[in-house]
């Protein structure tokens, strides 16, 4: 659906993006991850057809953005990162009105209209002004412009952004209705957000590509430690003592108690071991009882920090 080959982009003498390649295949949900200023945006412009790229090549839904921008266009749903609504029309007027941008008329456009303001929720304030609209009802429309004309493949710029943690889970409840329709590529720069949504994830830093894997592979592979979760009852004093002697346990913490029987025990586990089962077969040997035990995995976050503080800084480019 996208096949992007050492795609660059530069303002001025500066590289905003630095020969990118990366695919995404159809029925994928791709999350593009990355600080403020890490060339997402840019990358997402490109990929729309709304901006030429300075060298590389891509394609879209089957066309070249370069030579077959208006097609491209046509196939993709593009909800850029601030969409320029135009504020003094009515939702369905709006939305009717970049329906037949897009070509679509008469009853289809119609139909089309009622159907994404359905989906979107916003069927209900379908007459008010967008300029009276909160953020969180405008990025819902801005999403249903960006699906009206059923494209297959949605291109969202931060569709979470300044929304509120109540806003944000309805943007994501939305796009996993979509999942089984349409490839998503979507943008953000809050990394826990797509841990659950996407099926990969593509890490953009100083407009060079960090990782592309399952949120999974990506927090498996990390350097750092883990933590695993013990949740015992036991009087043993010991305890913490003999967990810590499982090899690649690195320390055992101990949670105060409050009054409850059973203890929480914190293990930080060397990267590449996972003592999960050494310690059901401890308990079972000393005749612990166990609640709980659960592998922390590390956050999408803490993979980016440890990817960027090795990555070599852009030469030339931005700081
Ligand atoms: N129109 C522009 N002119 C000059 N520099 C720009 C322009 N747009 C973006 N940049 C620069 O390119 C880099 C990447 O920006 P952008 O693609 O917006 O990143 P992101 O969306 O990840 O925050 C930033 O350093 C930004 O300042
Ligand atoms: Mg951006």
């Not at 590389?56 to 993709?76: M, T, Y």
Request: some cysteine; charged content about 30%.
């Amino acid at each position: 659906m996208i096949d992007v080959h050492k795609l660059t982009k530069q303002y001025a003498g500066r590289t905003a993006v630095d020969g990118i390649s990366f695919k995404v295949e159809p029925g994928e949900i791709v999350g593009f991850l990355g600080p403020n200023g890490a060339g997402k945006t840019t990358t997402m412009r490109i990929l729309s057809g709304f901006m030429p790229a300075t060298s590389g090549s891509a394609q879209v839904a089957g066309f070249d953005v370069f030579r077959d921008s208006l097609k491209v266009r046509g196939s993709v749903g593009y909800m850029p990162e601030m969409a320029p609504l135009y504020v003094d029309m009515k939702v369905k007027e709006y939305l009717r009105f970049r329906a037949e941008l897009k070509g679509l008329s008469g009853r289809t456009m119609r139909r089309r209209v009622g159907e994404v303001m359905e989906l979107c929720g916003i069927t209900d304030v379908r007459r008010r002004l967008i300029d009276n609209l909160s953020k969180g009802y405008r990025q819902r429309v801005a999403l249903a412009d960006a699906l009206v004309h059923d494209p297959k493949l949605l291109i969202l710029d931060e569709p979470t952004n300044g929304l509120d943690p109540v806003q944000i889970r309805q943007v994501r409840e939305l796009l996993r209705d979509l999942r089984s329709r349409h490839t998503v590529l979507l943008s953000t720069h809050i990394l826990h957000e797509v841990e659950q949504a996407c099926d990969r994830v593509v890490m953009l830093h100083r407009g060079r590509i960090l990782a592309d894997d399952t949120p999974k592979n990506l927090a498996t592979q990390l350097k750092t430690s883990t933590l695993v979760h013990v949740e015992l009852e036991t009087a043993d004093k010991e305890a913490a003592a003999k967990l810590e002697k499982i090899n690649g346990v690195r320390k055992c913490n101990e949670e105060a108690a409050n009054g409850s029987p059973w203890r929480h025990l914190m293990l930080r586990v060397e990267p590449g071991f996972d003592v999960r089962e050494e310690v059901q077969a401890l308990a079972a040997t000393e005749g612990w009882k166990v609640r709980e035990l659960h592998r922390e995995l590390p956050s999408l976050e803490d993979v980016f920090v440890e990817l960027a503080s090795t990555a070599e800084p852009l030469k030339g480019g931005l700081s």
